[in-house]
């Protein structure tokens, strides 16, 4: 049975950074997509950061330049480097692979 696990986030202030990372279990190789999705208050779940399949990582604009994302296979984990962090990145991000959500984290940018 696949599970997604997340861990990291917390509270952190303008241009502050911060390290998320995912780890999904009950499969035998990394092989897949992986992706970070986030939701902001008041607006719906939407993509932030994917890794496909092939390993080419892709961001939405808002996020280009200053997120990172990365993986490593054997350990099918997937983190996501956030730099220079912005009121508007808070959120609670979600981890999203091969049809699992993650419980998800918070991520708070505040004064």
């Known amino acids: 049975q696949v599970q997604v696990v997340e861990s990291g986030g917390g509270s952190v202030q303008p241009g502050g950074s911060l390290r998320l990372s995912c780890k999904v279990s009950g499969v035998t190789n990394g092989t897949y997509a992986m992706a970070w999705h986030r939701q902001r208050p008041g607006n719906e779940r939407g993509l932030a950061a994917l890794?496909?399949?092939?390993?080419?990582?892709i961001y939405v604009d808002s996020v280009k330049g200053r997120f990172t994302i990365s993986r490593d296979s054997a350990k099918n984990t997937v983190d996501l480097q956030m730099n220079n962090l912005k009121l508007e990145d808070t959120a609670v991000y979600y981890c999203y692979a091969l049809g699992k959500w993650g419980q998800g984290t918070q991520v708070t940018v505040s004064s």
């Open positions: 890794m496909t399949k092939d390993g080419r990582p």
